[in-house]
């Protein structure tokens, strides 16, 4: 595609819910970056997927997070039992390869996501 | 946790005029990117600068590296309105993943 998408764009939940957040990458990149950026912050890493293998997942919070990218394309990130905290807009960004200096991540324009 | 710190936290500046924005690191980096982000969406980047390289330029753009400080420059000249967003810089360690950002410096350029 032209670029990363994500839906929804918006996503409003009660606390104690599930919710999935999707991102499709740019055609053809092979890795695919989740970020989680609070209100005044910088991004902050989640998770990566090299293929459909999740390379690092240091970045997850605690184990309410869960990620899979099932054929190495699309991807979802699940959080259940959500909690306040978990309010940010979150960051999907793909690029052709991991492990290369000089590869450039691409971000989708973001779910946002308020528990209430 | 963020890595790098960008200096002003805010700018405010006149059209045509230059802004300078600074970012500072605490570990040793593969490369440092400089990425734009409107309205808290998604992020546009701007340039990789490589950690043996001292400075770069792309259009308007002007990006320093000092590795010995641990610390880069942005320079955009001859600002314009359309240039109002917050910018953050991100270091990449080994392979350029994950990437590591600062808290930003949100910038506004008046007409």
């Known amino acids: 595609g032209a670029g990363v998408s994500q839906t929804p764009s918006n996503k409003v939940t009660e606390k104690g819910k599930y919710v999935e957040l999707r991102c499709d990458p740019i055609?053809?990149?092979?890795?695919l970056y989740w970020y989680r950026q609070s209100l005044g912050q910088g991004p902050e890493f989640l998770i990566y997927?090299?293929?459909?293998?999740?390379?690092?997942d240091s970045g997850l919070p605690n184990d309410r997070f869960f990620a899979v990218r099932p054929e190495g394309s699309v991807s979802t990130l699940k959080i259940q039992r959500t909690e306040r905290g978990d309010s940010a807009v979150y960051l999907c960004a793909s690029s052709l390869t991991a492990g290369s200096s000089t590869d450039t991540q691409y971000f989708g324009p973001g779910t946002r996501l308020t528990v209430l | 946790s963020q890595q790098g710190e960008e200096d002003p936290q805010a700018l405010s500046i006149q059209e045509g005029e230059n802004a300078t924005m600074n970012c500072s690191y605490k570990t040793s980096i593969n490369n440092l990117q400089w990425y734009r982000q409107n309205s808290g969406r998604g992020l546009v980047h701007l340039i990789l600068?490589?950690?043996?390289?001292r400075e770069k330029h792309s259009g308007r753009l002007r990006v320093t590296l000092d590795t010995s400080k641990k610390s880069s420059s942005l320079l955009i000249t001859a600002s314009r309105a359309a240039d109002t967003a917050s910018y953050f810089c991100?270091?990449?360690?080994?392979?350029?993943?994950?990437?590591?950002f600062g808290k930003g410096t949100r910038l506004s350029v008046i007409a």
């Open positions: 055609s053809g990149h092979t890795a």
């Open positions: 997927f090299q293929g459909t293998g999740a390379a690092d």
């Open positions: 991100a270091t990449g360690r080994s392979g350029n993943t994950p990437l590591v």
């Open positions: 600068i490589r950690s043996n390289e």
